[in-house]
C-alpha cells in the first residue's frame, strides 16, 4: 500500500502566501513524476503543477510566476509554495504520483485525500 499524507492548506488573504506538503509512505520503490491538482467547486480537477524524476517543471498558466514545485526525494515528499494567492486559487488542492512498487512491477498512479485552499479578497 501507498499513502499520501497532505499538509499546508488553510484559509488566507488575497496575496498571501502558503506552503503544501505531501508525504508518501508504505511500499514504494520508486516515484517518478509527483504533481499538485486542484478542484474548485462546480469545476473540474485542473492540472496545477508537475515535476519529474529530473525535476523538470511545468505550471498552469494561471499559476506561472507565483507557484513553485519542488521535492525532496529522500523524503518522498513533494512541495507546492503558492504565492500571491488570489480567490480564485480557491480549491481544494491533491497531491499525485506516479510510483513504483518494487523493481518489477510497473507504475501506479496514487492521489492523496485533499487540502482546502481558501483566499479571501
Known amino acids: 500500500q501507498v499513502q499520501l499524507v497532505e499538509s499546508g492548506g488553510g484559509l488566507v488573504q488575497a496575496g498571501g502566501s502558503l506552503r503544501l506538503s505531501c508525504a508518501a509512505s508504505?511500499?514504494?520503490?520508486?516515484?517518478?513524476?509527483m504533481g499538485w491538482y486542484r478542484q474548485a467547486p462546480g469545476k473540474q480537477r485542473e492540472l496545477v503543477a508537475v515535476?519529474?524524476?529530473?525535476?523538470?517543471?511545468d505550471y498552469a498558466d494561471s499559476v506561472k510566476g507565483r507557484f513553485a514545485i519542488s521535492r525532496d526525494n529522500a523524503k518522498n515528499t513533494v512541495y507546492l509554495e503558492m504565492n500571491s494567492l488570489q480567490p480564485e486559487d480557491t480549491a481544494v488542492y491533491y497531491c499525485?504520483?506516479?510510483?513504483?512498487?518494487?523493481?518489477?512491477?510497473?507504475?501506479?498512479?496514487?492521489w492523496g485525500q485533499g487540502t482546502q485552499v481558501t483566499v479571501s479578497s
Open positions: 515535476i519529474t524524476t529530473g525535476e523538470s517543471t
Open positions: 499525485k504520483i506516479v510510483a513504483v512498487r518494487t523493481w518489477t512491477s510497473g507504475p501506479n498512479v496514487y
Open positions: 508504505g511500499s514504494i520503490f520508486r516515484i517518478n513524476t
